[in-house]
T-cell receptor, first 112, second 115 residues
């Protein structure tokens, strides 16, 4: 049973607009959340993370929001650029080994 | 720059064959991981290792084994390949500081097809 869920398999957004990717989780023991980005024929690369003690973390055009009571996090990309077209995975961790539970991914397509 | 390399990008094997997938990292990382990626399921952890000769089962270890004889190398073994093991296999490594904030660095993946 998947503990991390990304219910939108795909998202299309115009260049310059905001992309919002959503992620829900069921395990209340998760205390660290990450987003990875994956281009075709490459491995995932780390994008941004957030600890459970925070509700927001920002890095340039990327912001992650965490709502612990709703067990929900989201990734905002503003403004979206064509190079952002990729699959985005949400991941969560509940232990010090860094074992991650991943969502199914959301394919983002940024159109000119 | 962390580099994680995997021995093959594409592999085609027959049912019942023994398959070895190799992964090497060059950053002296303690932790190494094997995942498989399937459509609609994301990445699922097969095995991980936190030290040489040490291994722990992940979420889907059935049908797989691993070997870590040297710190930089982590091998995934399919003892008798089956068609349901057709997948993209991804190796990752992380520093192993004992913190959940360790970033995992991934290799490019091996696309395995079992006929």
């Amino acid at each position: 049973d998947q503990q991390v869920k990304q219910n939108s398999p795909s998202l299309s957004v115009q260049e310059g607009r905001i992309s919002i990717l959503n992620c829900d989780y069921t395990n209340s023991m998760f205390d660290y959340f990450l987003w990875y980005k994956k281009y075709p024929a490459e491995g995932p690369t780390f994008l941004i993370s957030i600890s459970s003690i925070k509700d927001k973390n920002e890095d340039g055009r990327f912001t992650v929001f965490l709502n612990k009571s709703a067990k929900h996090l989201s990734l905002h990309i503003v403004p979206s650029q064509p190079g952002d077209s990729a699959v985005y995975f949400c991941a969560a961790s509940a232990d010090g080994w860094g074992k991650l539970q991943f969502g199914a991914g959301t394919q983002v397509v940024v159109t000119p | 720059d962390v580099k994680v390399t995997q021995s093959s990008r594409y592999l085609v094997k027959r049912t019942g064959e023994k398959v070895f997938l190799e992964c090497v990292q060059d950053m002296d990382h303690e932790n190494m991981f094997w995942y498989r990626q399937d459509p609609g399921l994301g990445l699922r952890l097969i095995y991980f290792s936190y030290d040489v000769k040490m291994k722990e089962k992940g979420d889907i270890p059935e049908g797989y084994s691993v070997s870590r004889e040297k710190k930089e190398r982590f091998s995934l073994i399919l003892e008798s390949a089956s068609t349901n093991q057709t997948s993209m296999y991804l190796c990752a490594s992380s520093l192993g500081s004992g913190s959940a904030t360790d970033t995992q660095y991934f290799g490019p993946g091996t696309r395995l097809t079992v006929l």
